[in-house]
């Protein structure tokens, strides 16, 4: 069964990490409880600069900043559309704004994907 994820990749001041954290966890309640199948958020472990491209360089990363990658699995497109719409209408996210999150969202980068194989 096909599903929908959206993915999503910044860079998160390794100072800030904590503060993040407790903004993801948040977050990952309210999709979840909107009716995303699953919500993650994952830190850079193993990401090498690289030569022509890489996470890095994807978001211009700064020596005292980490890549985080989050993704968000959904039934289908149709349904993360209906559940985006209700998360950012929900009230627990009023106080997130791009004036008051911890990482700078002008190097933040996303995108919908359709999964294509499942094993």
């Known amino acids: 069964m096909s599903r929908y994820v959206d ?13 993040y954290r407790k903004i993801a966890e948040t977050a990952g309640k309210i999709w979840r409880d909107h009716g995303a199948l699953e919500y993650y958020e994952c830190l850079a472990d193993d990401v090498k600069p690289g030569k022509q491209t890489s996470f890095p360089q994807s978001v211009n990363l700064k020596p005292d900043e980490t890549v985080v990658v989050g993704y968000i699995v959904f039934k289908s497109r149709e349904d993360r559309d209906r ?13 997130c ?10 190097r933040m980068f996303w995108g919908g994907f359709k999964t294509w194989v499942e094993a």
């Open 7 to 19: 993915v999503y990749v910044l860079p998160v001041p390794t100072a800030k990490l904590d503060e």
């Open 83 to 95: 559940i985006n719409e209700l998360v950012m209408k929900d009230e627990r996210m009023s106080g």
């Open 97 to 106: 704004s791009p004036d008051n999150m911890p990482f700078d969202g002008m």
